[in-house]
């Protein structure tokens, strides 16, 4: 999970506004019935649906193709080029374009099998070419999205297509998370290599894959409008003619546009706003867990951090449950560790995990003569609100905290390259541990936005990647969890959640009941979602 | 009349008109503003060059966002052409501005031109609209508290007009999509209709944002003009008029609100600027695809050709408008000759 996303002045002001705002609304609000999830009925065919984006979603300047879009977009590519694999409700990894991958016994090789018989939406053939060509791009592209700052290297082997159907990929060393990688990344999104020569630069405006929907039309980053592929390889689906993706300023204007009809469904990430729409009665709400929760990286290089005992006083001095239950409404969910609830390895308890001890943390603050820190964050609502609150809670401890809201990406990377920083509230994690930016991306001794400098971590890091037994990986990331406890590297507050909102006439997984956020981002199985007719 | 003959008249009939335009104090007065804008737009484009060229990180650095690792960002760098001084690619741009190309996207890769092509219409259908509203809204009820300045209606009007400039056009914004569209849907919450697909759905789809940003400017509008109404019916020449025995309505709106125009008309292309301002944020809420909207993911992704064209032709727009407002004096006003010593 990337760090906090920044938000402009009007994003904060529209906030403010939209928390007065609420009120407004829920005073004149219909009535009061808890909505859940909503799965059951007959899929009926036919349809529109406009689903709105915001914040990093609503930013695909870069284009769709999927080896250059970055990690945002992959809302919109799963829509266009379907899946390799996806994660189901229940968090397995499931086989989509895809039928199945073999790990060998040694992890250094991977075979995907291919579904057969799929054609990509200009008519050229889906097979194990067109994977293999597609695996090597997203190995040489600049995209973020690009599998290659995971994946070990290649062995000279590479990637082989034994048969139509079949990719081979060699890699030099032992992968354990090779498939966790893979889902997160560009190379679960197969573009049609054809299109890609035949259309140069306009392919990302007007990208072809294999999935369930072919674009019509799109103004970046503002509207996208996709139309049913009637040659997707389920047969009868999609059920949607229409699917547009309609770029909003935030939550309260989605919400709103919602209720009036003019969209019918979208993320909501606002505590309040997800409460409220819970007990709207004309929208269904499911709360999709995050992978990825909020971590106070402390910088073990400087002072003050570089005293064990102040980072001991910062735990001793932090409350997360009362956050979590005054200032989010109880709907986010505690963790003691770097994986959020969505995520494979949740350990929410730790073993001999420092918790909230107002007298110890004094003690300790005494002991060490006083404690200033300096705290900076993203400007995002969720990150001020918080820094707000540690402030205060560190005062009570006598910790003297100056708080930073950093305004913009570029800011909080000069933060972390700067290596001046003292402590940072940041999100940490990813569906896998092992993936791009998950643990070793806040904890490895050599990560840019890292403040732990451990080999010994960093070692058990490289060993539960590598690690092919999943049971065995579980064991090895809880000795993580418990080793970053131990040596009081960072506390851990919790997981924050999406509220996924639909209209009550929409169902489909990912709209109207839980799925994973692989990517940290909603993802909707489109090729499953369907509009009851009234 | 022969050939050769027509040919040397119409030739001659098109020098006078040229020597009658190249005597025209409006036309002369528009050459000379449009000869002093290009130095201005000029340095509008240099200070946001500068400005951007200041600002922490490049595009490089916030399209591969956080993840990115150095040599990733260093390569994308060269990709994009920044690793060339900022001097020289400022350099490179005006040069294409000067030709009329306004280059690429840094993002997209899509040509600004076509961008802007794209966007413009629907951001300067809103500043329309919303101008529209305001004025109609702003003319008819300062006349109104004008008409009995201390009666009912002024204390009203003024209450409310204050009210409104008071409310910050993005909490106006979702008060009226929770009002109108959400629990009277009368009108669209989001989205927009190009005029050409359908004229009614155009105009019902820009509604709302034209009320968000045009009701507090109507607010300000009539507070302003009502004082001007005021002031002017103490002037002689309204005394004069009703001495004539000319109604009070006629003396208000014929003579004082005639007068008070200038004033009016001055604010309004002031405020051009502001309104413009305002649409970058009303576009966001209501998902309008308007530049606005362009101009905020620019800057998130610090594209700077794209902001520099859309701060160009918003700079030009208001450049233009205040162009417009200064040959409007002299429309309403015969007096006013520009170029020439008034009588």
Redesign the interface.
């Known amino acids: 999970m ?2 906090a996303q ?1 938000g ?1 002045w ?1 994003t904060r ?2 906030a403010v ?2 928390a ?2 609420s009120l ?2 829920a005073a ?1 609000g219909g009535g009061t019935t808890s909505t859940g999830t909503n799965q059951g009925g007959t899929p009926q065919r036919g349809g529109s649906l406009n689903y ?1 984006v915001s914040g990093p979603l ?2 695909w ?3 769709l193709d999927s080896a250059s879009g ?2 945002a977009p992959s809302i919109f590519e799963d829509a266009i080029y379907s899946q390799l694999f996806r994660l189901s409700p229940t968090g397995e990894i499931e086989p989509i374009l895809a039928t199945g991958y073999q790990l060998s016994a040694d992890g250094t090789t991977v075979t995907l099998s291919l579904r057969q018989g799929v054609k990509f939406q200009d008519g050229t053939p889906f097979d194990a070419s067109a994977v293999a060509w597609n695996i090597n791009r997203d190995l040489t592209t ?3 999205c690009s599998p290659v ?1 995971s994946w070990p290297k290649l062995s000279s082997e590479g990637i082989t297509t034994p048969d139509d159907h079949t990719v081979v990929l060699h890699f030099s060393r032992p992968y354990g998370a090779v498939i966790s990688v893979l889902i997160t990344s560009s190379v679960n999104h197969i573009v049609s290599p054809t299109a890609v020569q035949k259309l140069g ?1 306009q392919f ?2 007007k990208p072809v894959g294999a999935g369930p929907f072919e674009v019509v039309s799109n ?5 996208l409008v996709l139309q049913r592929y009637d040659g997707f390889f389920k047969k009868g689906q999609p059920y949607l003619d229409k699917l547009t993706f ?5 939550d ?2 989605a919400y ?2 919602m ?5 019918q469904a979208g993320g909501l990430t606002t505590p309040a706003l997800i409460q409220q729409a819970r007990q709207n009665p004309s929208l269904t709400v499911a709360l999709e867990q995050s992978t990825a929760p909020w971590v106070i990286q402390l910088n073990t290089a400087i002072p003050p951090f570089n005293n064990e005992l102040a980072r001991e006083a910062i735990y001793y001095a932090t409350d997360p449950d009362a956050m979590r239950v005054h200032l989010f409404n109880n709907l986010f969910t505690a963790t003691q560790s770097f994986t959020g609830p969505a995520g494979l390895f949740y350990t929410p308890k730790v073993p001999g995990y420092r918790t909230y001890n107002l007298a110890k943390a004094k003690q300790l603050v005494s002991q060490l003569g006083g404690l200033t820190v300096d705290l900076f964050a993203g400007n995002d609502t969720i990150s001020t609100t918080l820094l707000q609150a540690l402030q205060t809670q560190w005062s009570q401890a006598g910790i003297q905290t100056t708080i930073r809201a950093d305004p ?7 933060e972390f390259t700067g290596k001046k920083w003292q402590a940072g509230l940041q999100l940490v994690g990813a569906y896998d541990p092992a993936v ?2 998950g643990l070793p ?1 806040r904890f490895l001794s050599t990560a ?2 890292s403040g732990v400098h451990d080999t010994t971590l960093d070692q058990m890091m490289d060993t539960a990647a590598s690690s092919t037994d999943k049971s065995k990986r579980a064991q090895q990331y809880a000795d993580i969890a418990k080793y970053i406890s131990d040596h009081a590297y960072s506390p851990f507050l919790f997981g924050a959640v999406t509220g996924a909102t639909a209209l009550k006439s929409v169902h489909g997984p990912g709209l109207t009941s839980s799925v994973p956020l692989a990517g940290g981002f909603p993802a909707p199985y489109w090729d499953e979602a369907w509009i009851a007719k009234a | 009349m022969t050939a050769t003959a027509s040919v040397a008249v119409s030739a001659d009939r098109l020098t006078r008109r040229v020597a009658w335009l190249a005597t025209s104090p409006s036309l002369r007065l528009a050459a000379r503003r449009l000869l002093i804008a290009v130095p201005v737009l000029w340095g509008v484009s240099a200070l946001t060059f500068v400005v951007m060229s200041v600002l922490p990180g490049n595009a490089a650095q916030q399209l591969l966002g956080a993840q990115a690792t150095p040599a990733q960002v260093h390569q994308l760098e060269l990709q994009l052409g920044l690793d060339k001084p900022a001097w020289l690619r400022y350099g490179d741009w005006l040069g294409g501005v000067v030709t009329g190309n306004l280059g690429k996207s840094i993002a997209s890769g899509q040509s600004v031109t076509a961008i802007i092509g794209l966007r413009l219409p629907v951001t300067l259908e809103l500043v329309v609209y919303a101008l529209v509203v305001s004025l109609a809204l702003a003319v008819p009820v300062a006349l109104l508290a004008a008409h009995r300045p201390g009666g009912l209606a002024d204390r009203l009007s003024m209450g409310i007009s204050m009210a409104g400039l008071s409310v910050a056009n993005y909490v106006l914004a979702l008060v009226l999509v929770i009002v109108l569209a959400v629990y009277l849907p009368v009108f669209p919450a989001i989205g927009f209709v190009p005029l050409g697909e359908d004229v009614g759905a155009n105009l019902r789809s820009l509604t709302l944002p034209a009320l968000a940003i045009g009701l507090p400017l109507a607010g300000f509008y009539t507070r302003l003009l009502r004082a001007d109404i005021a002031d002017q019916m103490q002037e002689d020449y309204v005394v004069t008029a009703r001495a004539k025995g000319v109604g009070p309505w006629q003396v208000l709106v014929r003579h004082a609100l005639r007068n008070s125009l200038f004033g009016l008309l001055t604010i309004v292309g002031v405020n051009l600027g502001t309104l413009i301002g305002a649409t970058v944020i009303i576009e966001q809420i209501f998902a309008l695809p308007g530049i606005g909207q362009a101009f905020i993911q620019a800057i998130n992704n610090r594209d700077v050709p794209l902001i520099e064209a859309i701060v160009l032709v918003l700079a030009s727009a208001v450049v233009l408008a205040n162009l417009l407002t200064d040959i409007l004096y002299a429309v309403l006003d015969p007096r006013i000759r520009y170029g020439q010593r008034p009588d």
């Open positions: 990337a760090p920044p402009g009007w002001r529209l506004a939209a007065a705002l407004l609304v004149c709105l609503a930013n300047d870069r284009g970055g990690a600049t995209c973020v700052t630069d990302k405006l103004l970046v980053s503002s509207q309609t770029t909003i300023g935030g309260q204007p709103q546009a209720l009036a009809g003019q969209a913009d990406l570029t800011r909080i990377i000069q791009g930016a991306f840019i936005y």
